[in-house]
């Protein structure tokens, strides 16, 4: 099973015994965290309030423990050309014979 370094992170912090048995075999390359992801038909407008409220939410004091619970530090806009470090990643797999790739969710309950 593959995963990224915050999965690892907010495993190793919550769910210790989650890791038993597994290691770090490798590294990649930085890339952009996960986007948040709307639907196509939001406007630029509703997009800019959703942004706004999530960065508001993330700057009220009262979100602290939340934050560092969840390794957030913040929220940032990042230009969709970013991104294309995760297609890099894709070619990368695909050239080493990973014909498939999976994705799969994971929920951490604290």
Do not use: N
């Amino acid at each position: 099973m593959a995963m990224d370094c915050v999965l690892h992170a907010l495993l190793a912090r919550h769910r210790p015994a989650a890791l038993h048995g597994t290691r770090a075999l490798c590294w990649s390359a930085p890339a952009p965290a996960p986007p948040i992801v709307a639907s196509a038909t939001t406007d630029a407008e509703a997009s800019a309030r959703m942004f706004d409220a999530l960065e508001s939410a993330l700057a009220d004091e009262d979100s602290s423990e939340a934050k560092e619970a969840l390794l957030i530090e913040g929220i940032a806009k990042v230009p969709l050309q970013d991104y294309a470090a995760l297609l890099d990643f894709e070619v990368a797999a695909l050239q080493r014979g990973y014909v498939e790739l999976h994705a799969t969710s994971t929920a951490i309950v604290a």
